[in-house]
């Protein structure tokens, strides 16, 4: 007659529990969780979402090259201490990503200071409020294409030759935009720049994939940075509300109540990042706090 409660039954049947559960886990999947020296390169990481990115990145094992342009040589380095703050390492530089040269040479010094890449995210992004498009110039159309749809180009190139060099996968991870979804005035420029993000992350991924190389994108919904503040200054202008009446606004379209913080677009990036989206490609997921479906 066995007791109703045994230490042994339970210790056995722990065991017993852990191995159904474990069952279709690689052990490789659990080593990569927790495999050091891994490295992550951020384009734009010297705030806003890139920042929390590297942040977050950092927080899970990463060593981090963080970079931006060079009117952002303090923020890059104030980044880079917070990462190593972390216990991890870090390397700065100043990349425009519409250079493919500066996104060459970002990579060079990163796997040459850090090891191997692992991840990129092409985060580096910028927005343009138009009252209307007829009135668009060719410097602004050839700004935003250059930096939000060509910068990511270069940036995914000069990772995916690494990665193949490399001959271990790697992960690429695209910023894209709730706007990749549905253009609207007073942003059509960059809704179509984000929606070419989209399908670059849907093509790139299959020509990639036999590389074991994923490709995907986040898409933010209203996300509270200096990028935001900028809407929310244009939008002022046309509209004649008070600045941050518009950031207000947005917020009643958002089901969970409240527009959102760098580390809830962080928090899926780290997903996109490590072994638990292994067998996800191509995929843009939205971080808006419910107010797209995709
Ligand atoms: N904030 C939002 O609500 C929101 C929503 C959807 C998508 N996004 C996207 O997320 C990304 C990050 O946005 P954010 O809100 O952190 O913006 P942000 O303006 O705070 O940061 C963007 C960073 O990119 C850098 N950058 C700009 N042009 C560059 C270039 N040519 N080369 C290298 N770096 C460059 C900037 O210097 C800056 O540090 C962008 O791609 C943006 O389009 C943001």
Not at 59 to 71: E, H, K, R, S, Y
Request: charged share 20%; hydrophobic share 45%.
């Amino acid at each position: 007659m066995y007791p109703l409660f045994s230490p042994a039954r339970a210790f056995f049947g722990a065991i017993r529990d852990y191995r159904t559960l474990s069952r279709g886990f690689s052990s490789s999947s659990f080593r990569a969780a927790a495999t050091p020296n891994r490295t992550a390169l951020i384009t734009g990481s010297g705030r806003g979402i890139g920042r929390a990115i590297a942040l977050r990145l950092a927080a899970d094992g990463f060593n981090i090259c963080v970079n931006d342009l060079p009117a952002n040589a303090e923020s890059i380095e104030e980044v880079a201490s917070e990462v190593r703050a972390l216990g991890r390492e870090a390397i700065t530089t100043f990349c425009d990503v519409t250079k493919m040269s500066d996104v060459e040479e970002t990579v060079r010094k990163s796997v040459e200071a850090l090891g191997p890449l692992n991840v990129l995210v092409a985060n580096a992004g910028i927005v343009q409020i138009q009252p209307s498009l007829l009135d668009v110039t060719d410097a602004e159309m050839q700004q935003i294409y250059e930096v939000n749809v060509f910068g990511l180009i270069n940036s995914n190139i000069a990772a995916g030759k690494q990665f193949i060099k490399q001959g271990n996968g790697g992960k690429i991870i695209n910023a894209a935009s709730i706007a990749s979804y549905k253009s609207a005035p007073p942003s059509i420029l960059y809704s179509s720049t984000k929606a070419a993000v989209r399908s670059l992350t849907q093509g790139i991924a299959l020509e990639f994939a036999p590389h074991k190389i994923t490709v995907n994108a986040y898409a933010p919904g209203n996300i509270d940075t200096k990028l935001w503040e900028k809407i929310d200054a244009e939008m002022s202008k046309m509209n004649g509300l008070p600045i941050g009446e518009n950031w207000k606004a947005v917020e009643k379209l958002v089901a969970l109540g409240r527009n959102g913080i760098p580390k809830d677009v962080s928090n899926v990036v780290a997903f996109l990042a490590g072994p638990d989206s292994d067998y996800v490609t191509g995929q843009t997921l939205v971080v808006d706090g419910g107010m797209w479906f995709s």
